[in-house]
């Protein structure tokens, strides 16, 4: 291969690792929202201002972790975690919310399935 050749090729990789979608991009909103209720319902609610042992989650992406003002069931882990909630940090706390912030109080044990916690983060991100 010549150098030209080379730079071509590592071009098309980088192309190709950029474009590449991340795994909560290609969820399903209408699954999720059925993965939200079973899952996460009996603590969450999707609803703007409707808290329950879990602070609501319409609007969670771009929000700082432990900062709904009128939720005060925050561990001081949250509220001190230094987190904005984008898609890929939800996805790691879905998975192993202990791990994730340690100290937390959510009980949660995870969400292992990979398209799961992707259709839970979709349907999240369509409560804007």
Known sequence: MTSRTH???A???M???FAAPQAW???DAGK???VFAEECGDC???VVGTNKKGPSLHGVIGRKAGSV???SGY???MRQSGIEWTPDRLDAYLQLPRKTVVGGKMKYDGLPNAAARADVIAYLISLK
Request: with cysteine.
């Open 69 to 71: 003002a009128d939720f």
């Open 7 to 9: 730079i071509i090729a």
């Open 75 to 77: 561990s001081e882990a």
């Open 44 to 46: 969450h609610s999707p």
């Open 32 to 34: 999720g929202r059925n």
């Open 25 to 27: 991009a290609i969820g």
């Open 15 to 17: 192309g190709a690792v």
């Open 11 to 13: 071009a098309l990789c």
